[in-house]
């Protein structure tokens, strides 16, 4: 049996790795000849954790995590804690750690350990098109590639979704722009072994660390769609947003590097239920298209890689039947990934104003289990427990 991925990110590569570790012959197909991750750095949950674990990367994958001891808030303006907790009690109900890893390096991570050599890339898919017992993908440079089944793995902008959905769908601006970078760890912003936001205003600035001695740090605030980007204003764009804010804030402005900081228009996409035609199936954003507020769209995306191979290597009837009763398994997970993280989205960033102050205030009293307890919810919803 032979599978053609097409797109070598997270959600690609993860698949190209289970299925080759099902037994299956696997051709990765990357538009780009060079790979340029969209945002700094992201949080694996132990969720997607268990998945790399699954496919062979656990060590590794230590060797790039930061440790995320702590979580805490504090306000913006003051500086002052709201709440501060351990995860420990996460780490023991999940059984697994959280890591917060730079994106090249989990992309890079990936790409090995399939085979660097064996990833095509600047093959980037203008069609696709399937017989009774196989699949044909074009490419731009009008080169083809067949096998008996296409994983589109093509991300958000995918091209493949309007082919299996037989129409095209549009993203929806969840109201925020993000800004996100790595920087060196400086203890006068936030301790190293620590997940912190300030929160204000329905803004945050939040920082994690990742291996190496940085954090990974993004802003986010709520702004019209479409204003102009311009990475020579970047630092005073921020200055002017987080005016008054606490000092850590005014640190982390002044140590950014503006050419590594990138600026993400955050999206999400009504979630769908059709994400197989024949034998072409839709797998990470290209299925379901995630606001990052619960930091989950990468993980699910591993999430679906686990899922389709096991689904391919443990049913008899056929690819298209396989292909299908993986949908039937990722379907509800994922339309409820994106919801949660959609009404995350909402309250951090104060569509409402008076529900994101009642959340402000109930940061106070927060000892973290329900914090916590929300987090293991999504977590053990996941393929593997
Ligand atoms: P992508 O990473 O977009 O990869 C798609 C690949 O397909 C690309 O390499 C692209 O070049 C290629 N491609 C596109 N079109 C074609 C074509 N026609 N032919 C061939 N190749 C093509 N997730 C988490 O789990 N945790 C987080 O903390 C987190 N934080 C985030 C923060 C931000 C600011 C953003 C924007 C997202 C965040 N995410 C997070 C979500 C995560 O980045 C995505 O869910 C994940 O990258 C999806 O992987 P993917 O492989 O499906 O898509």
Known sequence: MKAIVIGGGIGGMSSAIALEKAGIDVEVYEAVQEMKPVGAAISIWPNGVKCLNALGMKAALRELGGNMAFMAYHDGATGVPLTRFS???????????????????????????????????????????????????????????????????????????????????????????????????????????????????????????????????????????????DRSTVKADLTGYFQGWAEPVQQLIAAINPDTTN????HDIEPFSRFVKGRVALLGDAAHSTTPDIGQGGCAAMEDAVVLASTLASHSLGIEDALLRYQARRVERVKDLVLKARKRCDVTHARDPAVTAEWYQSLKNETGERVLAGMCETIEGGPLG
Do not use: C
Not at 263 to 266: D, F, L, M, S, T
């Open 87 to 229: 995860m420990a009690p996460l780490v023991q109900q999940v059984g697994e750690y959280p890591y917060p890893v730079a994106r090249a390096e989990l992309q890079a991570m990936l790409i090995d350990t399939f085979g660097r050599e064996r990833v095509q890339f600047g093959k980037r898919v203008i069609q696709v098109e399937q017989t009774a017992d196989g699949v044909i993908a074009t490419f731009s440079d009008n080169s083809q590639a067949t096998g008996d089944f296409l994983i589109a793995a093509d991300g958000t902008h995918s091209v493949i979704r309007e082919y299996v959905l037989e129409e095209k769908l549009e993203r929806r601006y969840a109201g925020y722009v993000n800004w996100n970078g790595l920087v060196t760890i400086d203890e006068r912003i936030a301790p190293a072994d620590q997940w912190t936001t300030f929160v204000g205003d329905g803004k945050r600035v939040s920082l994690m660390p990742v291996s190496g001695n940085r954090f990974y740090f993004f802003f986010d605030v709520p702004l019209p769609k479409g204003l102009p980007q």
């Open 263 to 266: 600026r993400v228009e955050i």
